[in-house]
């Protein structure tokens, strides 16, 4: 019984938890590992490789959580190919008072089957950082 109520709680929070942006097809959340906690406000721009170089498609900042849930912009199709999100970390660490080494980390991307969500987590301290392909 006790098993159950939990299952039933656990579908409830499902349901009535906001959407990550659903219909968008691209994510990211920051975190920074040194102190454990989500990194808001960073600035996160989103690019598109084209035949003539790079071409800005959207700009976030990250919220409370660290996340932008939705960075694509809702009136282009999103489309295969390479796209590039560049976290500018160096205002972020300067308003904490941290040097880093990283004044901005881009991260390159190829987008090969554009039906399904991208999502590019960032781990993040002054003198390193992870990323890999989130879900």
């Known amino acids: 019984m006790r098993l159950s109520r939990t299952l ?15 219909d968008n097809p691209l994510s990211v959340h920051v975190l920074d ?15 598109k490789r084209t035949e003539s170089g790079w071409e800005s498609l959207a ?3 990250t919220a409370e959580s660290g996340r932008i849930s ?16 560049t976290f500018e970390t160096g205002d972020w660490f300067a308003e904490h008072d941290t040097r880093t080494f990283f004044p901005e980390i881009p991260v390159p991307f190829e987008v090969t089957d554009p039906s399904q ?19």
């Open 8 to 22: 039933i709680a656990a579908i409830g929070l499902g349901a009535t938890a906001p959407a990550l942006a659903a």
């Open 33 to 47: 590992i040194q102190s454990g906690q989500p990194s808001p406000g960073i600035e996160v721009q989103l690019e």
């Open 59 to 61: 700009t976030g900042i």
């Open 70 to 85: 939705a960075l694509y912009p809702d009136d282009r199709d999103f489309t295969a190919g390479v796209y590039r999100v």
């Open 117 to 135: 969500h991208y999502h590019i987590p960032l781990l993040l301290s002054p003198y390193g950082y992870s990323t890999y392909r989130g879900s």
